[in-house]
């Protein structure tokens, strides 16, 4: 139905000036609807996603069945060149159409590298070079290109570098400055704007997806002595208003920034050491991961309150990933040592742990791929 | 319900197909100018871009750029853009359409090879003798000064019946006179007049000193080509070859090789007649190759099984106490170094366990004092990763001094001791020297990191002050971190050139596979030859982490450097069929080899080294561990071995550890 959904969205859209093509479009849009609303609940969903094993050297590939609230492992990839060496595959997220999924890899021959994966058949496609540690990426509506923040997380605190990717040709096509360990990237819904945090300088920076340069940045800190005390770890940008949310891991808060203004609305005390956060696509919720606590928090973004702060299956809570419905939160959790990883899915309307799924050691990067229905 | 929902389906199937399909094409589009582009190197132009609506009214006078081969053909984001490389290549238009749609167009650039303008033969000899060959070089190079090796070229003779190059470019001389050879490439063209005159050599002596000779032993044979007064004609060139008659010609693969300089190794016993060939005159000489025999019993004295987790390297010491004492640490686990008690191998046993925040502990180290343990981390839960010091006096009650991560959070995959210091592998990109004379307080007192692109390092391994390092698809690298005397390196070399807290390049080497994983020095105790050892990993087919076996690939590489560490030869290999080496020890004359799949392998690498030594009988003794009980069944991944005290011990990534003893045989070499 979604797909049907997505088809008619352009056609209106394009068609604004034909009154009778607009009409029929928007009688259809009606049936549609009306039988999204009818068929939905009779259809088993079954919504599939691919978490990063950072100690494993695998990425899993999951699916969670909303009917029965099961998880469960449909594929192991194992990933990178050295299978006697750690890695570190970090970042994933799936391209445009859903056919690719990319991958960040941590440890490199020293530089990091964005691998290329055909979604469903999990083929290897292609691989091209980053900087260092390389962590999160996502692929831009408005240029079609990907955009990858070079972390440097082990390296010397000197500013680093988004690299700009051509999915298709697998090759970078320019790196951009930044502050120093640049983490947590996220592109708005029109792709027009990239927005990541630079970790060691409590800063949120903004780039410009056209012209490849960072146009803004906005110091995150309240104080003036230039140590990192924010240490912000992500940012996401509100999918339907001009706001983006930032997880102060060091300063255990959430911050909204106001991009029209740039300048930050409101800052909520949030749990103990928020590393990963997203907001829900109906903008109603912010799932924040408290690294910290091992424990996930629900915010009400209207009231601004934490509706709820639901515990993790194991220790150091990573990454979030909402499904489209806004219905679920599949949040990786990394374990310690030789525990296994975990995927906590949470059920967004009863805010309460439905499923874990188990994966690899340090599940860390982790995105929604698709929903199927019976 | 279900006659509405299929009601509903069908009037909504009916509504999408009577769309128009234009309606489903924003019609948008990208126009360049120009539209083809066809340049020569440093050519330099603008591409204009613009959007044109469905009408084919320019809605957008400007559109983005970029490279697909930057390093090949630039462009600015506004379009100018500028050919550096011959070639086909890509630039891409990019723009969002005034309804958000994302617009692109492709734009192949073709840049055109510059023009050939020179071709040289290269240090050609003016006269030859009859009968021989000689190798044709030359060098064409193209009007952007870029050596081209891509231009066809085609010889001729102005008389052939003197000399021609045939179709694998080397001359053949064949009776007096004077000839003249023209290269021609494309348009231009080169001539070298040669004169062939009468080969002198009436005859040829050959000789060669080393007698009795065993399989792997290398023999130099001697041609001296000589004129009819018995003068030797040193510029007459020579070529040798060989027949064999081996004691077992039952199908028998190559027998042996022999080099052009003509040294000599056979591989199965028998007689080998060598020829060696001038002109006309012709000289044999017949040897007879005994077998080796240095093979030897290896008894089983004991093992440790580990079941639950891979078992990754091990060091065997004595402690302070005079027992005797190994770690093995673990990989893809919980972060445990296990500590034995091998005083008895027969009776192996762990005595006690340190655990770390990590998921590997891939390398363990013991200072020679025995009090001084490190063990590195990867996969740390915090990713602050490093070293761990340990203070192992006591091995049954090992305590932690301390934890080092300053500058090593990445993962540290291998380390050594040396002179209180550790050198940590860091990251896979460089190895911090890290002095730990006070080990609860660490320091970091220098880095070696290799600048070629796309670096990267595995392992170091110091001796003598000089740090033997692995670096991939760098290869082996020698560094000066203090070198001494007794460092094993080429004559020329000049100790003490670096420090610990100044390490200095010596040399390196690397082989196409970029396999390399592993080095080791070896001053050969038999002829005071030295090389540095270089050693393979590889997975072609992939790592079987739960089950099954594992076919990994790779090799050991003799590397000498007898004319100075800048000028490494690869001389000879030790290569099993379809397994693959990891870690290896060198004593005396003796090499140790975990080979993965193919177990510990114990090879005599006495004497002068050639060819690949698998071949040669070189082969003392060799045990493939496996256990039904192993953390994959009977399966072996030997890891690495370390002679000890008259044992040789191993770690087996799949079964833990191993002892063995050779037994004395009655049936050693010949010499």
Not at chain 1, 63 to 85: H, K, L, M, R
Not at chain 1, 286 to 291: P, T
Not at chain 2, 128 to 151: C, H
């Amino acid at each position: 139905m979604g797909t049907i959904i997505s088809l008619i969205v352009p056609i209106i859209t394009f068609s604004q000036n034909n009154v009778t093509i607009m009409k029929l479009i928007k009688y259809s849009s009606i049936f549609v609807g009306i039988i999204t609303i009818l068929v939905n609940p009779l259809c088993a969903q079954t919504y599939h996603a691919y978490v990063a094993a950072e100690s494993d050297d695998q990425v899993y590939q999951i699916a969670f069945n909303a009917e029965t609230e099961e998880g469960s492992v449909s594929d192991i990839i194992p990933v990178g060149q050295y299978p006697t060496e750690t890695e570190g595959p970090h970042g994933i997220n799936v391209g445009l159409k859903g056919e690719y999924w990319y991958l960040s890899i941590a440890h490199g021959t020293p530089y990091g590298w964005l691998y290329k994966f055909e979604t469903g058949s999990n083929k290897f496609i292609d691989r091209t070079e980053l900087g260092m540690f390389p962590a999160s990426l996502e692929t831009s509506k408005a240029t079609g290109l990907l955009y990858v923040v070079n972390f440097n997380l082990h390296g010397d605190m000197e500013p680093s570098t988004v690299s700009v990717v051509d999915p298709e040709a697998m090759s970078v096509i320019k790196n951009i400055k930044t502050g120093i360990m640049p983490h947590g990237s996220r592109i708005t819904g029109n792709g027009k704007f990239q927005y990541h945090v630079s970790m060691m300088t409590d800063e949120l920076m903004e780039i410009n997806t056209t012209n490849m340069k960072l146009s803004r940045r906005l110091s995150l800190s309240q104080k003036d002595d230039n140590l990192p005390r924010v240490k912000p770890t992500w940012a996401d940008p509100h999918p339907q208003k001009n706001l983006v949310y930032v997880a102060g891991n060091g300063s255990d808060e959430i911050i909204e920034v106001d991009t029209d203004n740039w300048k930050i609305l409101r800052r909520f005390e949030a749990g103990k050491a928020p590393y990963n956060l997203e907001v829900s696509n109906n903008g109603k919720h912010l799932v924040a991961s408290y690294k910290g606590e091992a424990a996930t928090g629900i915010w009400d973004l209207e009231s601004g309150e934490e509706v709820a702060k639901v515990a993790n299956s194991r220790k150091v809570t990573h990454g979030v990933s909402i499904t489209p419905d806004s219905k679920y939160a599949f949040i990786s959790v990394e374990g310690i040592g030789g525990q296994a990883g975990s995927v906590d899915v949470i059920n967004l309307n009863t805010q309460e742990r439905a499923d874990v799924i188990e994966v690899g050691k340090q599940a860390g990067g982790i995105i929604y791929w698709k929903t199927t229905s019976k | 319900m279900k006659k509405a929902i299929s009601l509903a389906i069908t009037l909504c199937f009916i509504a999408l197909i009577t769309v128009p399909t234009w309606a489903q094409d924003s019609s948008y589009q990208i126009v360049l100018q120009p539209s083809t582009l066809s340049l020569e190197v440093d050519d330099t132009t603008t591409i204009n871009g613009s959007i044109l609506d469905p009408d084919g009214n320019t809605v957008q006078d400007s559109v983005a750029f970029y490279s697909r081969n930057s390093k090949s053909v630039s462009v600015s984001s506004d379009g100018k853009l500028k050919a550096l490389k011959p070639g086909t290549f890509e630039i891409i238009a990019y723009a969002m359409a005034p309804n958000d749609d994302r617009l692109t167009k492709k734009l192949t650039v073709d840049v055109a090879y510059p023009p050939v303008t020179d071709i040289k033969f290269v240090k050609m000899p003016k006269k030859v003798y009859t009968k021989t060959a000689l190798s044709v070089a030359y060098k064409i190079t193209d009007a952007k000064g870029f050596n081209r090796e891509n231009v066809e070229v085609e010889f001729s003779s102005s008389n052939s019946n003197v000399a021609y190059v045939d179709q694998f470019e080397r001359l053949q001389s064949k009776k007096p006179g004077t000839t003249t050879i023209t290269a021609t490439a494309k348009e231009v063209s080169a001539s070298w007049e040669v004169t062939v005159i009468e080969n002198p050599v009436t005859s040829i002596t050959l000789d060669h000193e080393k007698s009795p000779v065993r399989t792997g032993d290398v023999v130099h044979f001697k041609a001296i080509p000589k004129n009819k007064n018995g003068k030797a004609v040193n510029d007459a060139p020579v070529q040798y070859s060989f027949i064999s008659q081996t004691d077992d010609n039952l199908g028998e693969a190559a027998a042996g090789q022999i080099q052009p300089d003509g040294r000599f190794v056979a591989n199965q016993p028998g007689l080998y007649t060598i020829t060696a060939k001038s002109g006309s005159a012709v000289s044999e000489s017949t040897i007879r190759v005994n077998a080796r025999n240095v093979q030897q019993e290896l008894q089983v004295v004991g093992k440790g099984i580990i079941s639950d987790v891979h078992t990754s390297d091990l060091w065997v010491w004595e402690g302070v106490d005079g027992g005797d004492y190994a770690i093995t640490g673990t990989w893809g686990g919980n972060g445990e170094a296990y500590f034995w008690d091998v005083s008895d191998p027969a009776n192996m046993s762990i005595i006690d366990t340190v655990t770390v925040d990590a998921r590997t502990v891939n390398d363990v180290k013991i200072s020679k004092d025995g009090r001084i343990g490190v063990i590195t981390r990867e996969g740390a839960s915090d990713r602050k990763n490093g070293i761990v010091i340990l203070d192992v006096s006591d091995p049954h009650n090992v305590s932690i001094i301390s934890e080092y991560t300053k500058g090593l959070t990445g993962g540290v995959h291998n380390a050594f001791i040396y002179k209180d210091h550790v050198f940590a592998v860091n990251n896979g990109r460089r190895y911090d020297i890290i002095d730990i004379s006070d080990p609860k307080n660490p320091t970091t007192v220098s880095r070696f990191e290799l600048d070629t692109p796309g670096h990267s390092i595995h392992d170091v391994w110091v001796e003598n002050g000089i740090a033997y390092s692995s670096n991939w698809d760098d290869g082996i690298v020698a560094v000066d971190v203090g070198s001494t005397p007794a460092a094993q390196s080429p004559e020329r070399h000049s100790t003490g050139v670096g420090s610990l807290d100044n390490p200095v390049k010596l040399g390196s080497y690397s082989y196409p596979s970029g396999w390399n994983h592993a080095a080791f020095p070896f001053k050969s105790q038999s002829t005071d030859d030295f090389y540095v050892i270089a050693g393979d990993e590889a997975f072609p087919n992939g790592l079987n982490i739960e089950d099954g076996p594992t076919q990994p690939a790779g090799w050991i590489h003799f590397v000498k450097f007898e004319d100075g560490w800048d000028a490494p030869k690869e001389v000879a290999r030790y290569q099993i069929p379809e397994a693959g080496t990891h870690n290896f020890w060198v004593k005396d004359d003796t090499l140790y080899i975990a080979y993965y799949n193919a177990g510990l392998r114990i090879v005599d690498i006495s004497g002068e080294l050639m060819g690949n030594l698998y071949e040669q009988g070189r082969e003392i003794a060799k045990h493939i561990p496996t256990h039904p009980e192993g953390r994959i069944s009977n399966a072996a991944m030997t890891w690495g071995p370390q002679p000890y005290k008259g044992y040789i011990f191993v770690s087996d990534w799949n079964s833990g550890i191993w002892a063995y003893k050779l037994q004395d045989s009655n049936t050693q070499g010949t010499n």
